[in-house]
């Protein structure tokens, strides 16, 4: 695959380290201050899936409440998190990047 670097390989012999994997943006979702609820559902192209990046807006302050994102097939869900988390998301301003690639 390439010169320099890790090469690998899935069970059929086919390469799958890409280094920099290829995605294409289908979606822009702005979530407002304390949103923790939402379904949003795209077009997923077979053989693909879909992903998201999690860009916050405004200033780095404390925001009571979390949420959770998670995928289910094509659609988004945002849903309610508990207070006390460290690994759930705050539910502060944002805008999710959506996008699909290769499953």
Partial sequence: M?????????????PN??????????????LANGQKSGT????VPDGYKLGFIVVPTGASIYVEGRRVITISGNSLIISGGTNNSLNQLQAGA???VVFVEVA
């Fill in 94 to 96: 944002a805008h999710l």
């Fill in 40 to 43: 949003y559902s795209f077009d």
């Fill in 17 to 30: 380290n890409y280094g920099i994997k290829p995605i294409s943006v289908i979606g822009n979702i702005s």
């Fill in 2 to 14: 390439s010169d320099f670097g890790f090469a690998s390989w899935d069970e059929n012999g086919n």
